[in-house]
């Protein structure tokens, strides 16, 4: 085995004081303890701009909002059954992740793949909120293991299992990484500069195609979400 | 005759085999990439997918919350006969992957692709696929189960010959560079070319090079072999790991298949079976008997045959 330089490992509630997303650095390794629940499209669709109204009885801005459908049923008695859970990509989500976070003040956002340094200065930097993505992707089992319970399920008639809203109870609900932090900086970014200072010698000797594709890029540097 | 029942209750079996449980030569694989790699998240992102296969077994749970796209590969012996016929078969088919949803359970991702209606089963128009092949010889059936992951890390191309080599490696390693950032495409993962063909069987080649052809498999033309060879080695030395951090965990095998195409173009797919490879493949005998495996062993001598009679 390789030696490692070690991740620092940091146990953190969903609903963090300003201090503890402070001291929080890219490439942290966070364990969640508290609530979490699921949004994605149609939530998003139907909070903000539909007739969906966030149940008064959970305090959305003490969950974190975790990009995903859990692989996950609910019984004829009403009882849940959760297997794994994992994060869906959440560059999709851009065009709703200000808004949402205006109306939620959530802190957190889980997800897979990060989204852009642009949405992190607009949207997630005045709202103080910093943004974990899940590793692998994905460690489902590892992140089920962590939900103790399901505590709500909302429109799952309106929305279907895999959109509907799944609030969930978390114990050592990890691993994730700090991919943005508090400042705005983003891990994937700063890893992605790195290869990018290598990336032309292992394309030396390939040719482009001979019929060029509209709007292509030739340049591997440029990011692509 | 092979019962029905007995199809559909391994199908079951299948189902949730190929959700739960890492197939042993990808694993292998993934152990191996897991001690030379030096990037440290990399590295970090390896041992926690280690770590969640052994706790997916133990749990008896999916090991990645989303959970793919469940499709059947058939294999059918040239003498095997089924009760019910076609029709009865794709029923249990359906049957088995709608109970094993909720069963598992996995998670209900098929919908309508523009209403977007769900059935919470993973049922519905066209799905699941069911793929078949034809051996000359053999009372049994294969049932292959695929649960195909993600948005990301597919792409294709019409190539030309004069492209040639050179063209091939690019494509190859633009898939790589644009799916592999931040991860997309879930990577170390098995990297399925296909060659040829037409745009659809094209696809489908490179698909079932991916999900159908175990890591440590070699494409029995050496030259595409050494391709193979060449290409696994090229994905790893861009400088990106898992999750498109800085390493060298990109490819962890690399399967090209090909297939006779119009003489001008060269047409090529580049597909990625995630770090969850799930796959799991039961053979069927007349007899009633069943064993399980994990490799599908799809590409035998007579899917790749070249002549007109066999």
Redesign the interface.
């Known amino acids: ?2 030696s ?2 070690t ?1 620092t490992k940091i146990q953190l509630n969903t609903c963090p004081t300003a201090d503890e997303l402070a001291e929080l650095n890219i ?1 942290d ?1 966070v364990y969640l303890n508290g609530l979490v629940y699921t949004a994605r499209e ?1 939530v998003y669709t139907g909070v903000l701009d539909g007739d969906l109204e966030i149940p008064s009885e959970f305090n959305i801005s003490e969950g974190a909002n975790f990009h ?6 609910q019984h004829e008695d009403g009882s849940f ?9 959440s560059f999709r989500f851009s065009k709703w992740i200000g808004r949402w976070l205006e109306k939620t003040k959530s802190k957190i956002v889980i997800g ?3 989204m852009s340094t642009n949405d992190y200065a607009k949207h997630f930097v005045p709202n103080k909120t910093i943004y974990l ?1 899940t ?11 962590g939900v103790k319970k399901v505590k709500s399920l909302y429109w799952k008639k309106e929305l ?4 509907a809203m799944w609030v969930l109870e978390v114990k050592n609900f990890g ?1 994730f ?1 700090v991919e943005c932090d508090i400042k705005g900086n983003s ?2 970014e700063r ?2 500069k ?2 990018s200072l ?2 032309d010698k ?2 030396e ?7 060029k594709r509209l709007g292509e890029t030739d340049d ?1 540097k440029d ?3 | 005759m092979i019962s029905l029942k007995t199809i559909e209750n391994t199908a079951a079996v299948l189902m949730k085999k190929a959700a739960v449980e890492i197939p042993n030569d990808y694993l292998s694989g993934l152990k191996a990439m897991a001690k030379v790699e030096d990037g440290d998240l990399s590295s970090f992102v390896l041992q926690a997918m280690l770590e969640n296969y052994e706790v997916a077994k133990e749990d008896s749970r999916a090991m990645c919350g989303d959970t793919g796209c469940p499709r059947w590969y058939i294999k059918m012996g040239n003498e095997s006969s089924i009760e019910g016929g076609p029709v009865a078969l794709e029923s249990a088919l359906r049957r088995a992957t709608a109970s094993a949803t909720s069963s598992i359970p996995l998670r209900p991702n098929r919908v309508h692709p523009l209403w977007r209606t769900d059935h919470d089963n993973n049922v519905g128009i066209g799905a699941p696929e069911i793929e078949y092949g034809f051996e000359p010889e053999g009372d049994w059936i294969d049932l292959i189960t695929v649960h195909k992951g993600g948005l990301f890390g597919t792409d294709y191309r019409m190539l030309f010959p004069s492209d040639g080599i050179q063209g091939i490696k690019r494509f190859f390693l633009d898939s790589l560079v644009s799916f592999g950032k931040r991860g997309l495409a879930c990577q170390p993962a098995i990297i399925g070319i296909g060659i040829g063909g037409s745009k659809d069987s094209c696809m489908v080649l490179g698909k079932r090079a991916a999900c159908l052809r175990v890591v440590g498999d070699k494409n029995p033309d050496p030259k595409i072999a050494e391709l193979e060879e060449e290409f696994k080695e090229l994905g790893n030395s861009i400088g990106m790991g898992a999750m498109g951090f800085v390493g060298k965990s990109m490819v962890i095998d690399c399967n090209i298949e090909v297939g006779y195409c119009h003489t001008g173009g060269m047409q090529m797919s580049v597909h990625a079976f995630c770090l969850s490879s799930r796959r799991a493949v039961a053979r069927i005998y007349d007899t009633g008997d069943v064993e399980y495996r994990t490799d599908p062993n799809w590409f035998t001598a007579y899917q790749r045959r070249e002549t007109v009679e066999w």
């Open positions: 085995m390789v490692q330089k991740l490439g390794v149609s995903c459908s859990p692989a996950a049923n059954s959760l297997g794994a859970v994992s994060a869906t990509a897979k793949g990060g993505t590793v692998g992707y994905g460690t489902g089992a590892l992140l089920g293991r279907g299992l895999a959109q691993p990484l891990l994937f890893e992605h790195k290869i290598k990336i292992i394309y000797g390939t040719r482009p195609a001979i019929l591997r990011e692509l979400i």
